[in-house]
């Protein structure tokens, strides 16, 4: 056995010790050709090509939002791979509210022809090149289409293919946190975003009493929405959950999947296994599914894996893991928008018994204090309907607000498709638009690149859409200016900035809306 005391392994705690740069944090540093890096910090200054600061922020900006929508796309176009389906026709047109198809199509930003959505994804990568387009409000044009792409193409497209494949979650309770892991079994840990492997492995635990799977991260989310598996950690945790010593394998497909994995699987027992073929990490054991038949296989295989491994745990494991671990957190989750109650929303919001309902989505940036945001989350659900998603939902898990009254767990990031669709579905009801409703999304300490993407649907489809920190705008530059204010001008929406919870809460606790 490895003496894990003595290898040298950092954590995420460790490692955050490491500043981020506080040039491209704002969004000014520009590394897209070799003339530079160029870090320009005066409006007055500019690149080595001539690139003013609001094109080099506006480009960075396009090619974080190029970067989710191609992730929420690889996984929706996965899901037609393995379940052997083609790709639908027409699919904007016949998901999204006709009045906003028909604005998207007058300002030629909906892609129009079977898998032009790729190509629209790799175009935004050409006109932020070098020397390409230089017009900083075009290429903020360009993070919206995106933002369409990405809602509907990626979340919409791969939420209906997975609720028709694996089925529609159902309002159950399940349990959430480390001590999900089970000293006494074989403990295995799914991992990523892409949960078809992960299905194929429920049906074999089924069959095997002694094993105890739980999820991690959007796989998680998606399987305890769907099966009520308990979910062990949220991004931030994910090296937790081997650091317990008890999981025996850890079985990891794609996004969001942290790198020192692999370092600390070799200072404990934990088997680390890829299973996406484009997503390999080394020493890990790679077994990767293409097909239901390959996950029927490679499922018999990892709890086979799991078994054999569970005997180089060290001795001492499952003792400290009890001392170490508080108790399980109850929630209740699997809200849909068929079973969340969409009339009974509507006459809520007609009536103003909420003052309206704000979506927490994204992740949970180790950079910032969550506990702060979830308790100005708290307090506005006297006044708000709080729907969530992805990692943000396990923290109002882990503060025990996961109760299906005030706040409701949606599932796994692409089913932010969710939350739009109870949008869609409350404006028709009450026969308004989407904008004219006091609804907002709130992303408050946004990670990756899918998170920006979210952003920009939300704000294509009328939602304001509040960032957090760290947000690659910095709030004095015409950028921030154009998405708070012009934006309006098009999709009555705003995306706006706020780094501080009291002052988002002061703002909000007034009312939603804020335009005309
Ligand atoms: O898609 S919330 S850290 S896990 S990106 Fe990743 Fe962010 Fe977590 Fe799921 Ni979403």
Request: positive net charge; charged residues 25%; hydrophobic residues 40%.
């Amino acid at each position: 056995m490895v003496d894990w005391m003595k290898k040298k392994v950092s954590m995420i705690s460790e490692r955050l010790k490491l500043d981020p740069c506080p040039i491209g944090k704002n969004g000014f540093c520009c590394k897209i050709c070799l003339m530079g890096p160029c870090r320009i910090l005066d409006k007055k200054q500019k690149g080595v090509c001539g690139a003013s600061q609001d094109l080099i922020v506006a480009r960075n900006i396009l090619r974080f939002v190029a970067g989710g929508a191609s992730a929420h796309c690889g996984h929706s176009y996965h899901l037609l791979e393995y379940l052997n389906k083609h790709f639908p026709k027409n699919y904007i047109k016949n998901k999204a509210p006709p009045y906003l198809y028909k604005l998207w199509d007058k300002l030629g930003i909906i892609p129009k022809i079977k898998f032009e959505h790729f190509k629209d994804i790799s175009e935004a990568l050409h006109i932020s090149t070098m020397g390409v387009n230089a017009d900083y409000q075009d290429i903020l044009k360009w993070c919206m289409k995106l933002g369409i792409i990405d809602g509907y193409y990626g979340m919409y497209l791969a939420t209906e293919l997975e609720d028709k494949k694996f089925r529609k979650p159902k309002v159950t309770s399940s349990k959430l946190n480390l001590s999900c892991l089970d000293p006494k079994k074989i403990n295995i840990a799914v991992h990523g975003h892409e949960p078809m492997l992960a299905e194929a492995i429920i049906k074999e635990v089924n069959k095997n009493k002694d094993v105890n799977l739980v999820g991690v991260c959007c796989t998680g989310a998606s399987i305890l929405a769907r099966h009520g598996i308990p979910l062990a950690a949220n991004f931030v945790l994910q090296e937790n959950v081997i650091a317990t010593g008890i999981v025996d394998a850890m079985v990891v497909d794609l996004q969001c999947v942290m790198p020192s994995l692999s370092d600390l699987c070799e200072c404990y027992h934990t088997k680390l296994i890829t299973t996406n073929e484009i997503a390999r990490i080394p020493n890990a054991l790679h077994l990767p599914i293409k097909n239901e038949e390959d996950s029927r296989k490679v499922a018999k295989k990892i709890i086979d894996i799991a078994r054999k491994n569970k005997k180089n745990r060290r001795k001492e494991a499952g003792q400290m893991f009890r001392k170490r671990v508080e108790k399980p957190k109850k929630v209740v989750v699997g809200f849909t928008e068929e079973n969340i109650g969409v009339k009974k929303l509507a006459e809520m919001i007609k009536n103003k018994k909420i003052k309206g309902i704000i979506a927490v989505v994204g992740c949970v940036n180790p950079r910032v204090d969550v506990k702060d945001w979830i308790d100005v989350f708290k307090k506005l659900s006297k006044d708000y309907i709080i729907l969530t998603t992805g990692c943000m939902a396990f923290e109002f898990g882990k503060y025990n607000l996961l109760d299906g009254k005030r706040v409701f767990h949606l599932g796994s990031c692409v089913n932010n498709s969710r939350i739009a669709e109870i949008f869609k579905k409350i404006s028709d009801y009450l026969g308004k638009k989407i904008t004219d409703l006091p609804f907002l999304v709130s992303c408050p300490m946004p990670i990756t690149e899918k998170a920006i993407a979210i952003g920009f649907f939300f704000a294509s489809l009328g939602v304001d859409a509040h960032l957090g920190y760290p947000f690659l705008i910095s709030s004095d530059t015409n950028v921030a200016h154009f998405l708070e204010v012009v934006l309006k001008d098009k999709f009555k929406s705003r995306i706006f900035l706020d780094t501080d919870s009291h002052l988002f809460y002061n703002k909000i606790n007034k009312g939603l809306k804020i335009h005309p």
